[in-house]
Protein backbone atom coordinates (compact mmCIF):
# COMPACT_ATOMS: atom_id res chain seq x y z
CA UNK A 1 0.00 0.00 0.00
CA UNK A 2 1.50 3.44 -0.72
CA UNK A 3 2.00 6.09 1.66
CA UNK A 4 -0.79 8.02 1.30
CA UNK A 5 -3.11 5.01 1.20
CA UNK A 6 -1.87 4.02 4.36
CA UNK A 7 -2.34 7.98 5.71
CA UNK A 8 -5.70 8.31 4.37
CA UNK A 9 -6.81 4.56 5.76
CA UNK A 10 -5.25 5.62 9.76
CA UNK A 11 -7.35 9.33 9.11
CA UNK A 12 -10.38 7.53 8.71
CA UNK A 13 -9.62 4.72 11.41
CA UNK A 14 -9.25 8.29 13.57
CA UNK A 15 -12.67 9.66 11.80
CA UNK A 16 -15.07 10.68 10.70
CA UNK A 17 -13.33 13.12 9.19
CA UNK A 18 -14.38 14.73 5.80
CA UNK A 19 -13.14 14.92 2.25
CA UNK A 20 -11.92 18.54 2.11
CA UNK A 21 -10.30 17.67 5.67
CA UNK A 22 -8.45 15.32 4.80
CA UNK A 23 -7.40 16.87 1.31
CA UNK A 24 -6.34 19.61 3.49
CA UNK A 25 -4.21 17.57 6.17
CA UNK A 26 -2.94 15.18 3.22
CA UNK A 27 -2.15 18.26 0.69
CA UNK A 28 -3.90 16.11 -2.08
CA UNK A 29 -6.88 16.95 -4.29
CA UNK A 30 -10.36 15.93 -3.03
CA UNK A 31 -10.90 14.33 -6.59
CA UNK A 32 -7.61 12.14 -5.01
CA UNK A 33 -9.18 11.38 -1.55
CA UNK A 34 -12.00 10.13 -3.08
CA UNK A 35 -10.01 7.78 -5.56
CA UNK A 36 -8.14 6.30 -2.60
CA UNK A 37 -11.72 6.06 -0.54
CA UNK A 38 -12.89 4.07 -3.78
CA UNK A 39 -9.90 1.79 -3.83
CA UNK A 40 -9.79 1.00 -0.10
CA UNK A 41 -13.89 -0.05 -0.30
CA UNK A 42 -12.32 -2.37 -3.57
CA UNK A 43 -9.75 -4.05 -1.37
CA UNK A 44 -11.99 -4.97 1.08
CA UNK A 45 -12.40 -2.19 3.68
CA UNK A 46 -15.65 -0.57 5.12
CA UNK A 47 -16.08 3.13 4.62
CA UNK A 48 -19.00 4.86 5.85
CA UNK A 49 -19.84 8.12 4.58
CA UNK A 50 -22.24 10.00 7.16
CA UNK A 51 -22.83 14.08 7.76
CA UNK A 52 -19.53 14.37 9.50
CA UNK A 53 -17.53 12.66 6.61
CA UNK A 54 -16.12 9.15 6.08
CA UNK A 55 -15.30 6.55 8.68
CA UNK A 56 -13.66 3.32 9.19
CA UNK A 57 -16.19 0.78 10.32
CA UNK A 58 -14.02 -2.65 9.19
CA UNK A 59 -10.86 -4.26 7.83
CA UNK A 60 -11.11 -7.07 5.32
CA UNK A 61 -10.34 -10.82 6.80
CA UNK A 62 -7.22 -11.42 4.85
CA UNK A 63 -5.78 -10.16 2.00
CA UNK A 64 -2.38 -8.02 0.95
CA UNK A 65 -3.72 -4.13 2.23
CA UNK A 66 -5.59 -6.26 5.47
CA UNK A 67 -2.34 -7.50 6.67
CA UNK A 68 -0.06 -4.16 5.73
CA UNK A 69 -2.58 -2.02 7.84
CA UNK A 70 -1.60 -2.71 10.87
CA UNK A 71 1.81 -4.21 10.83
CA UNK A 72 4.52 -3.30 12.74
CA UNK A 73 7.46 -4.59 10.27
CA UNK A 74 9.31 -3.21 7.19
CA UNK A 75 7.58 -5.64 4.93
CA UNK A 76 5.09 -5.17 1.90
CA UNK A 77 2.65 -7.83 1.35
CA UNK A 78 2.35 -9.24 -2.00
CA UNK A 79 -1.04 -11.37 -1.73
CA UNK A 80 -2.73 -13.97 -4.38
CA UNK A 81 -5.88 -15.68 -4.08
CA UNK A 82 -4.37 -18.74 -5.21
CA UNK A 83 -0.61 -19.10 -6.94
CA UNK A 84 1.47 -22.13 -7.23
CA UNK A 85 4.52 -21.53 -4.65
CA UNK A 86 4.59 -18.46 -2.88
CA UNK A 87 8.15 -19.82 -2.32
CA UNK A 88 8.40 -19.87 -5.98
CA UNK A 89 7.12 -16.44 -6.15
CA UNK A 90 9.22 -15.13 -3.40
CA UNK A 91 12.24 -16.50 -5.81
CA UNK A 92 10.96 -14.89 -8.98
CA UNK A 93 11.38 -11.28 -7.06
CA UNK A 94 14.17 -12.48 -5.70
CA UNK A 95 15.63 -12.74 -8.56
CA UNK A 96 14.17 -9.40 -9.63
CA UNK A 97 16.38 -7.42 -6.91
CA UNK A 98 13.44 -7.20 -4.75
CA UNK A 99 13.34 -7.21 -0.59
CA UNK A 100 11.98 -7.09 2.26
CA UNK A 101 8.34 -8.87 0.91
CA UNK A 102 5.81 -11.31 2.40
CA UNK A 103 4.07 -13.53 -0.51
CA UNK A 104 1.08 -14.34 0.72
CA UNK A 105 -1.75 -16.85 -0.44
CA UNK A 106 -5.66 -17.78 0.46
CA UNK A 107 -4.40 -21.53 -1.73
CA UNK A 108 -1.24 -22.86 -3.46
CA UNK A 109 -1.75 -25.42 -5.89
CA UNK A 110 1.85 -26.56 -6.22
CA UNK A 111 2.95 -26.01 -2.42
CA UNK A 112 6.52 -27.70 -1.69
CA UNK A 113 8.03 -29.37 1.29
CA UNK A 114 11.55 -30.27 1.95
CA UNK A 115 13.48 -32.74 -1.28
CA UNK A 116 10.57 -31.71 -3.73
CA UNK A 117 8.08 -33.34 -1.48
CA UNK A 118 4.36 -32.00 -1.79
CA UNK A 119 2.94 -29.71 0.30
CA UNK A 120 -1.23 -29.55 0.58
CA UNK A 121 -2.54 -26.18 0.72
CA UNK A 122 -6.09 -25.53 0.11
CA UNK A 123 -7.88 -22.46 0.80
CA UNK A 124 -8.26 -20.93 4.39
CA UNK A 125 -4.44 -21.60 5.45
CA UNK A 126 -1.38 -19.66 5.61
CA UNK A 127 0.90 -20.03 2.66
CA UNK A 128 3.63 -17.43 2.68
CA UNK A 129 7.65 -16.73 2.23
CA UNK A 130 9.14 -13.98 3.44
CA UNK A 131 12.08 -12.70 1.14
CA UNK A 132 14.93 -10.55 2.54
CA UNK A 133 18.33 -9.84 2.45
CA UNK A 134 20.59 -10.03 5.57
CA UNK A 135 24.20 -9.31 5.98
CA UNK A 136 25.74 -12.65 6.88
CA UNK A 137 27.55 -15.73 5.56
CA UNK A 138 25.58 -18.77 3.65
CA UNK A 139 26.73 -21.22 6.99
CA UNK A 140 24.50 -18.69 9.12
CA UNK A 141 21.15 -18.77 7.17
CA UNK A 142 19.88 -22.19 9.23
CA UNK A 143 19.09 -19.61 12.33
CA UNK A 144 16.38 -17.95 9.94
CA UNK A 145 14.16 -21.06 10.10
CA UNK A 146 14.79 -21.36 13.35
CA UNK A 147 13.49 -18.09 14.07
CA UNK A 148 10.41 -18.54 11.67
CA UNK A 149 9.44 -21.67 14.15
CA UNK A 150 9.59 -19.67 17.09
CA UNK A 151 7.93 -16.68 15.48
CA UNK A 152 5.08 -18.77 14.38
CA UNK A 153 5.07 -21.05 17.35
CA UNK A 154 4.39 -17.89 18.91
CA UNK A 155 1.86 -16.52 16.93
CA UNK A 156 -0.01 -19.69 17.29
CA UNK A 157 0.29 -19.41 21.40
CA UNK A 158 -1.35 -15.76 21.11
CA UNK A 159 -4.66 -17.87 18.94
CA UNK A 160 -4.70 -19.83 21.93
CA UNK A 161 -2.70 -22.91 20.99
CA UNK A 162 0.10 -24.49 22.41
CA UNK A 163 2.54 -25.27 19.84
CA UNK A 164 5.69 -26.75 20.12
CA UNK A 165 9.03 -26.71 17.88
CA UNK A 166 10.23 -30.33 16.39
CA UNK A 167 14.05 -29.76 14.83
CA UNK A 168 14.33 -28.41 12.51
CA UNK A 169 11.63 -26.98 10.78
CA UNK A 170 8.21 -28.66 11.97
CA UNK A 171 5.33 -26.90 14.48
CA UNK A 172 3.31 -29.38 16.02
CA UNK A 173 0.41 -29.43 18.80
CA UNK A 174 -0.03 -32.38 21.00
CA UNK A 175 -3.51 -34.21 21.36
CA UNK A 176 -5.16 -36.46 22.77
CA UNK A 177 -7.52 -38.96 20.81
CA UNK A 178 -9.85 -39.64 23.31
CA UNK A 179 -13.28 -38.20 22.71
CA UNK A 180 -14.52 -35.02 24.76
CA UNK A 181 -17.83 -35.20 27.19
CA UNK A 182 -19.96 -33.93 24.02
CA UNK A 183 -19.32 -37.28 22.88
CA UNK A 184 -18.37 -36.42 19.21
CA UNK A 185 -15.88 -39.23 17.97
CA UNK A 186 -13.74 -36.89 16.48
CA UNK A 187 -12.82 -34.45 18.74
CA UNK A 188 -9.62 -33.42 20.29
CA UNK A 189 -8.06 -32.99 23.33
CA UNK A 190 -5.39 -30.29 23.37
CA UNK A 191 -3.02 -31.52 26.14
CA UNK A 192 -0.28 -28.68 27.99
CA UNK A 193 2.54 -31.09 28.13
CA UNK A 194 4.11 -33.35 25.73
CA UNK A 195 2.32 -36.37 26.30
CA UNK A 196 -0.16 -37.61 23.41
CA UNK A 197 0.07 -37.52 19.87
CA UNK A 198 2.20 -34.95 17.87
CA UNK A 199 0.13 -33.53 15.07
CA UNK A 200 1.71 -31.36 12.18
CA UNK A 201 0.79 -27.96 12.55
CA UNK A 202 2.92 -25.91 10.20
CA UNK A 203 5.95 -26.95 7.92
CA UNK A 204 8.85 -24.32 6.98
CA UNK A 205 11.07 -24.51 3.78
CA UNK A 206 14.03 -22.02 3.72
CA UNK A 207 15.80 -21.29 0.41
CA UNK A 208 18.55 -19.13 -0.41
CA UNK A 209 21.23 -18.30 -2.34
CA UNK A 210 24.67 -15.96 -2.36
CA UNK A 211 28.69 -17.06 -1.65
CA UNK A 212 30.11 -18.24 0.54
CA UNK A 213 31.06 -15.26 2.72
CA UNK A 214 27.45 -13.45 2.14
CA UNK A 215 23.93 -14.16 1.25
CA UNK A 216 21.98 -12.44 -1.06
CA UNK A 217 18.70 -13.47 -0.43
CA UNK A 218 16.92 -16.07 1.68
CA UNK A 219 13.12 -17.08 1.60
CA UNK A 220 11.19 -18.41 4.32
CA UNK A 221 8.30 -20.36 3.52
CA UNK A 222 6.15 -20.98 6.23
CA UNK A 223 2.75 -22.94 5.59
CA UNK A 224 0.42 -22.87 8.46
CA UNK A 225 -3.15 -25.16 8.43
CA UNK A 226 -5.25 -22.28 9.90
CA UNK A 227 -8.38 -22.61 9.17
CA UNK A 228 -8.39 -25.29 6.03
CA UNK A 229 -10.98 -28.53 6.17
CA UNK A 230 -8.69 -31.32 7.47
CA UNK A 231 -10.02 -33.88 4.93
CA UNK A 232 -7.93 -32.00 2.68
CA UNK A 233 -4.36 -32.71 4.07
CA UNK A 234 -2.40 -35.93 3.77
CA UNK A 235 -3.85 -38.07 6.26
CA UNK A 236 -0.38 -39.80 6.53
CA UNK A 237 0.92 -36.84 7.76
CA UNK A 238 -0.82 -36.75 10.88
CA UNK A 239 -1.69 -32.91 10.44
CA UNK A 240 -3.82 -30.81 12.19
CA UNK A 241 -4.97 -26.74 12.10
CA UNK A 242 -5.80 -23.88 14.24
CA UNK A 243 -9.14 -24.12 13.58
CA UNK A 244 -9.46 -27.82 14.56
CA UNK A 245 -7.63 -27.29 17.79
CA UNK A 246 -9.10 -23.78 19.04
CA UNK A 247 -12.73 -25.28 17.80
CA UNK A 248 -13.29 -21.82 15.98
CA UNK A 249 -11.61 -19.97 13.07
CA UNK A 250 -8.19 -17.79 13.81
CA UNK A 251 -7.84 -14.32 12.80
CA UNK A 252 -5.78 -14.40 9.95
CA UNK A 253 -4.81 -11.15 9.06
CA UNK A 254 -3.79 -10.55 13.08
CA UNK A 255 -1.89 -14.17 12.91
CA UNK A 256 0.20 -13.23 9.51
CA UNK A 257 0.86 -9.68 11.88
CA UNK A 258 2.37 -11.13 14.79
CA UNK A 259 4.29 -13.87 12.81
CA UNK A 260 5.99 -11.37 10.97
CA UNK A 261 6.41 -8.71 13.37
CA UNK A 262 8.32 -11.77 15.34
CA UNK A 263 10.09 -12.93 12.66
CA UNK A 264 11.96 -9.06 12.14
CA UNK A 265 12.53 -8.84 14.99
CA UNK A 266 14.26 -12.51 15.69
CA UNK A 267 16.21 -11.53 12.25
CA UNK A 268 17.56 -8.49 13.74
CA UNK A 269 19.10 -9.88 17.07
CA UNK A 270 20.03 -13.66 15.58
CA UNK A 271 21.65 -14.23 19.08
CA UNK A 272 18.65 -14.37 20.74
CA UNK A 273 17.07 -16.86 18.44
CA UNK A 274 18.60 -20.18 20.13
CA UNK A 275 17.25 -19.66 23.83
CA UNK A 276 14.10 -18.52 22.15
CA UNK A 277 13.61 -22.02 20.18
CA UNK A 278 14.66 -23.51 23.35
CA UNK A 279 11.46 -22.73 25.44
CA UNK A 280 9.25 -23.88 22.76
CA UNK A 281 11.30 -26.85 21.65
CA UNK A 282 9.62 -30.57 22.01
CA UNK A 283 12.51 -32.52 20.57
CA UNK A 284 15.07 -31.56 23.58
CA UNK A 285 15.06 -34.17 26.16
CA UNK A 286 13.39 -36.68 23.64
CA UNK A 287 14.87 -40.24 22.23
CA UNK A 288 15.13 -39.14 18.17
CA UNK A 289 16.07 -40.76 15.29
CA UNK A 290 17.63 -38.40 12.73
CA UNK A 291 18.39 -39.23 9.04
CA UNK A 292 20.90 -37.17 7.56
CA UNK A 293 22.70 -37.65 4.28
CA UNK A 294 25.81 -38.87 6.01
CA UNK A 295 23.16 -41.62 7.98
CA UNK A 296 21.20 -42.37 11.07
CA UNK A 297 21.53 -40.61 13.77
CA UNK A 298 20.16 -41.90 16.76
CA UNK A 299 20.10 -40.91 20.84
CA UNK A 300 18.63 -38.28 23.15
CA UNK A 301 18.95 -34.69 21.53
CA UNK A 302 20.16 -32.75 24.14
CA UNK A 303 20.77 -29.10 22.85
CA UNK A 304 20.38 -27.13 19.58
CA UNK A 305 23.27 -25.04 18.55
CA UNK A 306 24.16 -21.99 16.85
CA UNK A 307 23.27 -21.59 13.52
CA UNK A 308 20.68 -24.61 13.98
CA UNK A 309 22.37 -27.68 14.51
CA UNK A 310 20.76 -30.12 16.95
CA UNK A 311 23.19 -31.68 19.45
CA UNK A 312 22.27 -35.83 19.53
CA UNK A 313 23.80 -37.85 23.09
CA UNK A 314 24.36 -41.38 20.80
CA UNK A 315 25.04 -42.72 24.34
CA UNK A 316 28.90 -43.70 22.47
CA UNK A 317 29.52 -39.40 22.83
CA UNK A 318 27.69 -36.55 21.40
CA UNK A 319 27.34 -35.79 17.74
CA UNK A 320 26.11 -32.49 16.10
CA UNK A 321 23.86 -32.95 13.29
CA UNK A 322 23.56 -30.23 11.02
CA UNK A 323 20.64 -31.10 8.37
CA UNK A 324 18.01 -33.92 8.60
CA UNK A 325 14.46 -35.62 8.96
CA UNK A 326 13.76 -36.04 12.34
CA UNK A 327 11.82 -38.51 14.16
CA UNK A 328 10.99 -38.37 17.87
CA UNK A 329 10.66 -42.09 19.00
CA UNK A 330 8.40 -42.86 22.17
CA UNK A 331 10.30 -43.08 25.26
CA UNK A 332 11.42 -46.63 26.25
CA UNK A 333 9.20 -47.79 29.81
CA UNK A 334 11.26 -47.66 32.29
CA UNK A 335 10.71 -51.00 34.18
C1 LIG B 1 7.84 -28.99 5.15
O1 LIG B 1 8.41 -29.94 4.37
O2 LIG B 1 7.29 -29.18 6.20
C2 LIG B 1 7.91 -27.58 4.54
C3 LIG B 1 6.59 -27.10 4.05
C4 LIG B 1 6.67 -25.65 3.59
C5 LIG B 1 5.38 -25.17 2.98
C6 LIG B 1 5.41 -23.69 2.71
S1 LIG B 1 3.83 -23.06 2.32
C7 LIG B 1 4.48 -21.57 1.81
C8 LIG B 1 5.75 -21.90 1.04
N1 LIG B 1 5.48 -22.20 -0.35
C9 LIG B 1 5.78 -23.46 -0.67
O3 LIG B 1 5.64 -23.99 -1.81
N2 LIG B 1 6.26 -24.10 0.41
C10 LIG B 1 6.31 -23.23 1.57
P1 LIG B 1 8.65 -31.42 4.83
O4 LIG B 1 9.29 -31.47 6.17
O5 LIG B 1 9.37 -32.05 3.68
O6 LIG B 1 7.22 -32.06 4.96
C11 LIG B 1 6.46 -32.42 3.83
C12 LIG B 1 5.53 -33.55 4.25
O7 LIG B 1 4.50 -33.04 5.10
C13 LIG B 1 4.79 -34.17 3.07
O8 LIG B 1 5.52 -35.23 2.52
C14 LIG B 1 3.49 -34.68 3.73
O9 LIG B 1 3.70 -35.92 4.35
C15 LIG B 1 3.26 -33.68 4.85
N3 LIG B 1 2.28 -32.64 4.48
C16 LIG B 1 1.95 -32.17 3.26
N4 LIG B 1 1.07 -31.17 3.37
C17 LIG B 1 0.82 -31.00 4.70
C18 LIG B 1 0.02 -30.11 5.45
N5 LIG B 1 -0.70 -29.14 4.88
N6 LIG B 1 0.01 -30.23 6.81
C19 LIG B 1 0.76 -31.18 7.43
N7 LIG B 1 1.55 -32.05 6.77
C20 LIG B 1 1.59 -31.96 5.42
Redesign the pocket.
Known sequence: MNETRHRVLDALADGPVSGPTLADELGISRSAVWKHVEALRDAGFEVTSGDDGYTLSAVPEFGGPAVEYGLDAPYTVEYHDSI?????R?RELAAEGAENVVVL?DE?T??????D??????SG?I???LLFRPDVPMAHAPVFTLAAAVAVARAAREAGVEATIKWP??VLVSVASEGTSSGEDDDVVVTAGDEGEE???????TEMEGEADRVSWVVV?????AN?DLAS??S??????LEAVRGAPVDRRVFVQRLVETFDELSQDVDSVLDAWREYATTLGKEVRVETPGGVVEGTAVDVQFPGSLVVDTGDGQVTVSAG?CEHLRPVADD
Not at 84 to 88: D, E, I, L, R
Not at 199 to 205: D, E, F
Not at 236 to 241: E, G, Q
Request: charged share 15%; net charge positive; aromatic share 4%.
Open positions: PSTNAAAQGGRGRLREWASPGWLSNDRKLVGILGIGVNVLPAANPTSD
